[in-house]
């Protein structure tokens, strides 16, 4: 099982980017969902976004809504993380995961089945 991110980069204060994970097919579309952490320097990794590959319900956290949208390509096999209006706070290694639960669910804690590693996205101020 393999979970591939990918997108990040270097990106001024406003701008956007486009993460994407690739999910091995080996994960049952039908059961996961992936999610979208971030892991600032010094700080606690903490929950983004989740979407179930099945059904394309979504969740995002409070603290990025509005700025940050997640999606699905019609298989299932690609996650995407849309970042908008980015701020130097923002800066940080985000990492992808897959947990076979809801969306909601991810939401409430670290657990997950599955990490992909990391890629950092850096906004310069």
């Known amino acids: 099982v393999q979970l591939q991110a990918s997108g990040g980069g270097l990106v001024p204060t406003g701008g956007s980017l486009r993460l994407s994970c690739t999910v091995s097919d080996s994960i049952d579309s039908s059961r996961y969902s992936v999610g979208w952490f971030r892991q600032a320097s010094g700080s606690e990794r903490v929950f983004l976004a989740a979407i179930s590959r099945r059904s394309g319900i979504s969740y995002v956290s409070d603290s990025v809504k509005g700025r940050f949208t997640i999606s699905r390509d019609n298989s299932g096999n690609t996650v995407y993380l849309q970042m908008n209006n980015l701020n130097p706070e923002d800066t940080a290694v985000y990492y992808c995961?897959?947990?076979?639960?809801?969306?909601?669910?991810?939401?409430?804690?670290?657990?997950?089945?599955?990490w992909g590693q990391g890629t950092l996205v850096t906004v310069s101020s």
């Open positions: 995961a897959a947990r076979q639960t809801s969306a909601q669910t991810m939401a409430r804690s670290l657990l997950v089945d599955y």
